[in-house]
Every structure is written in C-alpha cells, then in structure tokens.
C-alpha cells in the first residue's frame, strides 16, 4: 500500500511540473528571444528524456503491483502444407510478324484507291491501282506479236519435221518466238506492279497516299497489321536458361487492358547478350478478344519452382536475431500458453506469403501480431 501511495505521488508530482512547463514555454516564446528559445527547447529534452525513463520504471512497478494485469496480446496462425509456385518476372513487349507498311513498285500517278482505314481486307486484294502510262496497249501489241511468232514458229517446225526449208529458218523463228515470250512476261511483271495488292489478311490500319498524288517507289502508302498472330519477346536472364523449355506455359499480363492471358514458349534464343547477360524468348499469344496490339508492354511470370508441400507463413512476421539469424514466435499449448523463439530457414518469396524450409512443421502455431515485443519463453494471450 505503501509503495502504491509513493507512485501516485510521482505522478501528480510530474503532471504539476508539466503544467508550469508549459507556462514557462509560453512565456519564453513571448519573450521573442532566439537564444533563450532555443536554450529552453534543450531544457525541454533532456526533461523529455528523463520523464520517458521514470514513466517505464512506473509501468514496470504497476505490473509487479497490478494483479489484473494482462499478458501480452498475439494473434496465430496455423501452418499448414500447401501448395507453392514460384514465378519470375520479366517485361516484354507484344508483336506480331504481320505488321508492315505497303510501298509501291511502280512511278506514276495514284488513279484508284480501294480502301480506307479500319476496312478489313484479304490476301490478294486490290488495295489500289497506279497509272500505267500506256503499259496496257503496249502488251496488247505484244500478245499480238507473240501470236503471230508461235504460228509462224508452228508452221516452220512442221516443215523442218518434213525435211523442208533450211535449218536456219527453223533456228530463226524459233528464236523469234522465245524472245517475244519473254518480252510479253516482263511487261506482264511491270504493268503487275501497277496493282497494289494485299500481301496477307488483315486490317488497314492507316492509308497514307491520296488518289491523284503522283507516287514513286520507297513512298509509304499503307499500314496493314495482322492481330491474328501476335507474340511477345523478352530478354531474360541467363541463370534460367535450364528452366525455359519449347513448348512451357508462361502468363502474360497487360497492365493497359488489366488481362491476363496465357502463352506457350515457341522459341528460345541460342545466343547470350554479354552486355546484359540475357538471352531472348518468343511466346506465341491468343488474340481472342482482338484486344491485343504491337508495341504493348506486358509482365511476363514465368514457373521456376514449385513445391506441392510447402509451409507458407507471412513475410511481414518474420524478425532477426542478434546474430542477424531469422526467427519466428511459436505458440505452446498448455494451460498458459507461452512465445518460443524458433530460427528458421527460408526459400523462395511469392506476393506476401514466404516458404519457409526449415525450423517449422505443419501444425505450428506462430504468431502474426504482437511478435515484437515478445521474448523467449514469455507468457502470452491469444486473441481469438
């Protein structure tokens, strides 16, 4: 009874100096004087620091004297087998081998333009048509010629087959009738280039010429993107190069449309980049929504380890020893339940939840809150 009656006293003693305190402070900071400001903040702190040791020794006193005193409050957790999948992520970028620009093969002016942006088109579509300068007529004169050539080359043969007329005319009408045959297809290949076809299914994306411009070959014309065949590449580092195979499962997240899909590696790079230490990566990618688009960034996790029986407990519990060990509080079971210190061994981290190789078993209970302030072997009460 004593003792309780000298600790009450401590502390009006300490409230009654706390209130001149501040009568003091104010009057100080009334004074405007910088230096004697300055002094009574230090005045204030070594005060504060002395308080601060007498306010422990006061708590350590109330629970020697303090019968209703409470233990320390955790909350558990049980530790169980699960399940555990490591990934590792890297970026890439989304891509598709089917998206070019169209330029033409042939000078002359832009007389037909078929298409316009967003028009989905097919392979072999006439996309648009270039002047032709007179091309046409001029193989149609040729296909007359050529006509001509083969009967004439057709009736000498037939001679020659009889043994009639000289060799020199069978050699004559024949070369004749080659040379016109090459000379129609190269300008078959020339007025051809006036037709600006599709090289393959897919969409205009962006028309760039305008019908009536005068065009020449190296001019951009058209952008035509395929996004029926996209992937994406990344470079990934090359301590996982036995972990990639042909063929793995690897998820793709788009961060831009918030999607995640899932790919198959189809190509692995045989090269190691020594500027980085990375080697290249190719994952086909399924376009079902048509959400997809070149250039896109996308965070690739790819399986590195798995673990069908692993123990997971939470990163955020785990506390370091003197000795810069990791350890966790374990609760016993009992009549009083008590906080046991347990070192442990961790592996691989995933989001939050950390697996844990050795120093706990399945069916542990440790603690997820209140671990701080515990100690080896100190009672403890659970909230349930």
Request: proline share 3%; hydrophobic share 40%.
């Amino acid at each position: 009874m004593k003792k309780i009656l000298t600790l009450t006293l401590i502390a009006f003693t300490l409230y009654s100096c706390g209130d001149k305190s501040t009568a003091d402070v104010e009057a100080v900071i009334a004074s405007n004087d910088l230096k004697q400001i300055k002094e009574k903040r230090d005045q204030i702190h070594e005060d504060y620091e002395k308080l601060a040791a007498q306010m422990a020794t006061l708590d350590a006193a109330i629970i020697k004297l303090d019968d209703t005193q409470r233990y320390p409050l955790v909350r558990t957790l049980t530790v169980k087998d699960s399940a555990f999948t490591h990934y590792i992520e890297v970026q890439g970028n989304v891509d598709t081998k089917e998206n070019i620009l169209i330029y033409p093969e042939y000078s002359g002016v832009l007389v037909q333009l078929n298409v316009m942006a967003g028009q989905k088109v097919t392979k072999g579509q006439v996309l648009a048509r270039i002047d032709d300068g007179g091309m046409s007529a001029q193989l149609a004169q040729a296909e007359n010629k050529l006509a001509l050539d083969k009967t004439t080359f057709d009736r000498q043969k037939n001679l020659w087959n009889q043994k009639i007329g000289s060799e020199i005319q069978y050699l004559q009408t024949q070369t004749a009738y080659q040379s016109q045959q090459k000379a129609v297809k190269q300008m078959q290949a020339q007025l051809n280039k006036t037709v600006i076809r599709a090289p393959f299914s897919g969409t205009i994306d962006e028309v760039i010429a305008e019908r009536g411009q005068v065009i020449a070959p190296g001019q951009e014309l058209f952008r035509i993107v395929n996004l029926g065949n996209m992937y994406v590449t990344a470079n990934v580092p090359e301590n996982y190069l036995s972990e990639l195979k042909l063929g793995a499962v690897v998820e793709v997240y788009l961060n831009a449309i918030g999607k995640t899909y899932k790919g198959k590696v189809r190509q692995v790079g045989t090269y190691i980049n020594p500027n980085n230490r990375t080697f290249g990566i190719e994952i086909a990618l399924p376009n079902p929504d048509n959400l997809l688009r070149p250039n896109q960034v996308a965070v690739l996790k790819i399986e590195d380890y798995t673990n069908k029986g692993a123990l997971l407990i939470p990163e955020n519990i785990i506390l370091e020893n003197a000795t810069n060990e990791k350890v966790v509080y374990v609760v016993t079971n009992g009549k009083e339940p008590k906080a046991a210190q347990r070192i442990i061994e961790v592996g691989y981290t995933s989001g939050s939840m950390v697996e844990v190789k050795s120093g706990l078993k399945a069916g542990d209970t440790v603690v997820t809150d209140g671990g701080k302030a515990l100690s080896d072997g100190a009672n403890v009460e659970i909230i349930k």
